[in-house]
């Protein structure tokens, strides 16, 4: 009986247990946040590419002969062949690129923005699969994709 007493009354393990049961918890918290963290740096990288591509596309005087050099840049940050791409599994096949016109009126008799009477505006848009740690992947039951869109009107004299 005094041994039993003495087991009850005994401190020593109290904090083993309660790492035991704390500690998994903790585990899948800190995989949590480092696989957050990298979905949400690689998809800033896929919307700044995305920018810069847009940005160079529109300042552009024939934006539809450029696109290969557009794409590259979004995903390699240079123009020239032979970049180290920023997303190891983003490519330049990942990217869309589409035109739109807009109609530049006011109403009235004069336009409602500076320009011509038609608005043209580049779109760029990207689908790319985030692997990461495989932490967001598990919890979710399947694939995550991060997604981006860019758009930019058109600035350059094209005529």
């Known amino acids: 009986m005094s041994l039993l007493r003495s087991y009850r009354n005994s401190d020593s393990g109290a904090v083993a247990i309660e790492a035991v049961f704390a500690l998994p918890f903790l585990i899948l918290i800190g995989f949590g946040a480092v696989d957050g963290s990298l979905l949400m740096m690689q998809n800033h990288k896929a919307e700044t590419g995305l920018i810069s591509a847009g940005g160079y596309l529109a300042r552009s005087t024939s934006p539809?002969?450029?696109?290969?050099?557009?794409?590259?840049?979004?995903?390699?940050?240079?123009?020239?062949?032979?970049?180290?791409?920023?997303?190891?599994?983003?490519?330049?096949?990942?990217?869309?690129?589409?035109?739109?016109?807009?109609?530049?009126?006011?109403?009235?008799?004069?336009?409602?923005?500076?320009?011509?009477?038609?608005?043209?505006?580049?779109?760029?848009?990207?689908?790319?699969?985030?692997?990461?740690?495989?932490?967001?992947?598990?919890?979710?039951?399947?694939?995550?994709?991060?997604?981006?869109?860019?758009?930019?009107r058109l600035i350059a004299d094209q005529s």
């Open 64 to 152: 539809k002969n450029l696109e290969g050099n557009a794409k590259r840049l979004a995903t390699t940050g240079q123009v020239r062949n032979g970049g180290t791409r920023q997303i190891s599994n983003w490519s330049e096949s990942d990217i869309v690129i589409s035109y739109k016109a807009f109609a530049n009126a006011d109403g009235g008799s004069g336009h409602a923005y500076r320009g011509n009477d038609s608005i043209q505006v580049v779109q760029l848009s990207t689908n790319i699969p985030f692997s990461g740690i495989g932490f967001l992947k598990s919890i979710s039951g399947g694939a995550v994709t991060i997604e981006a869109r860019y758009e930019e």
